[in-house]
């Protein structure tokens, strides 16, 4: 499984059209001044439902559960934590209530191979959700539903998961008129379909990490242009998935109470942006809550979008709050950048435009980090 990701990544890589992040990491002092660019924020996009708790499981059960129509996103995170290989992790979809077939269509998916090291499984998994050429081979199941069928998101019958292992993921999806979902751990010989409709739903753990949110898509759009007067100004940042800016807010749909998803786990970020400096600015990503291991997005007006390792030359990067990578030099123009918070991966993270002045890199410790 490793070997597959390796060929994966390095496909990833050669695709790259931007100029590419060095294979470094450089450090950003905690006391460095930035000038916070000035946004325009939106949230929108599909429902997002949230199932990561309880994350480690020890028993078989139900582990999210509610009702869907329209555009939906599922973010799932859990670990098999019986003791046992032999165990299924599935998510259903089931016409339990409308005698007319339902139609349903699942639109995009990033599901990881599952592993013991839960930031690989994580960054697995986010970069087949952001991967078109993964997207073009990908099995993304649609159909209809009649009254009382059921379908499986995952592989038609749910993922094998071995005890101690994490299993991942995000699937974007659609369905025409209600259907209920189910996010659930049983035994492999378990007939999914009878397990669903007489299994107890899961307690959450200590850490209340599920729910139905209205909006899983955050847009900032930078409102000024990036450019730098003169050598004197401060390089510019912009600070996101923190609770100074707000996680999303919903409903635990199993127990009716208030859900808050900390950290934004599911949630897709957006920020435009323009360059007008006459020189290259350096744009960065620098995690400040932890390690960080994903993938983002980023395109020039006109041109292709690509897809970027966060980091590129290791699998993760935050050991220490000033870890911080280049993504990509940019010339005068305009750009998106798209990244989500990656299972097992930390928040915030701060987004950094840097004028690359003669000194702007000798005044910072770089280093070389092999992990």
Known sequence: MRAKFIVYFAL?????????????????????????????????GPVLLFSDSP???????????????GH???FFHHVNATGSDGKKLAVLLENTDDLHPVAFQVERSGVGDSSYNYLFEGKQGQWRYFSEDYQKNAPLPAGKLGFGRWTELLTGRGFLLDDKKLLSGMIDFYTERPLRLTVLLCDEKNFLDLFSKNAAMQPMDSH???GTFPAADIEYKVKKPIVFADEQTADFALKMASGGEGFEEGTDATTGLDAVNYGNYGVIYTVRFAIENDDPVSLQFNPMGGEFAGWGLLRKEGGKEQIIALPADQLSLGITEEETIEVASLSKGRYTFVWSPPGASNVPVRLIWRARRPDSFSVRLEKKMKR
């Open 12 to 44: 990833a890589l050669a695709a790259l059209a931007l100029p590419a992040a060095a294979e470094q990491v450089l450090l950003t002092p905690k006391d460095e001044k930035f000038i916070t660019v000035e946004t325009e924020k939106r949230e929108g």
């Open 72 to 74: 939906n996103r599922l």
């Open 208 to 210: 209340p990490l599920r």
């Open 55 to 69: 994350e480690e499981v020890f028993k078989d059960g139900l582990l999210y559960r509610d009702r869907v129509v």
